[in-house]
């Protein structure tokens, strides 16, 4: 579901180029980035977020992610509001997806543009740590041997 689809006449984003997503399908990275690529800027920072094999020092075999999402897309919209306040950029793509994803699958793409290179930086960042704190998105971490709910940067407890 992306913003336009909500129809959120309370929507303070006025910038036709910003964008924020939770999908299903895997995450174009290259088409993320493209769509917030304007030619009064100078840079474009991309974070791709992926499925990583060991986490400390655990085997990964495969993430899930969930989400509440009117409250998420909330977030995720609240956040390029804020991004846009806080730092000198021009526009902000976020998608994140949902459900199972293998290792080297992307889970969330950050895309900011900028006049220059270090807001870009700076704001992709910012908006990654935010995003993670802030954004009602749950993930699974499924192991050898067991499985944990993470919800943002807090580890939560072995279920199995």
């Not at 919209?77 to 526009?91: G, P, S």
């Not at 994140?96 to 900028?114: F, M, N």
Request: net charge negative; proline share 4%; with cysteine.
């Amino acid at each position: 579901m992306s913003n336009e689809e909500i129809q959120n006449p309370k929507s303070k984003i006025q910038n036709q180029r910003d964008f924020f997503e939770l999908i299903n399908e895997p995450i174009d990275v290259g088409k993320v980035t493209r769509r917030i690529v304007p030619s009064e800027c100078g840079a474009t920072v991309t974070l791709d977020g992926y499925v990583r094999q060991w986490t400390k020092e655990k085997e990964t075999l495969y993430l899930v992610y969930e989400a509440y999402e009117p409250m998420a897309l909330k977030e995720m919209e609240k956040l390029i509001e804020t991004a846009h306040e806080r730092f000198e950029i021009a526009h902000v793509g976020i998608v994140h997806r949902l459900g199972k994803l293998e290792i080297g699958e992307t889970s969330v793409a950050i895309s900011v543009s900028a006049p220059h290179r270090k807001a870009a930086f700076e704001a992709c960042e910012w908006l990654i740590k935010e995003l993670k704190r802030t954004v009602p998105i749950w993930k699974k971490e499924v192991y050898v041997g067991g499985e944990v709910w993470v919800e943002g940067e807090n580890r939560g407890a072995n279920v199995n």
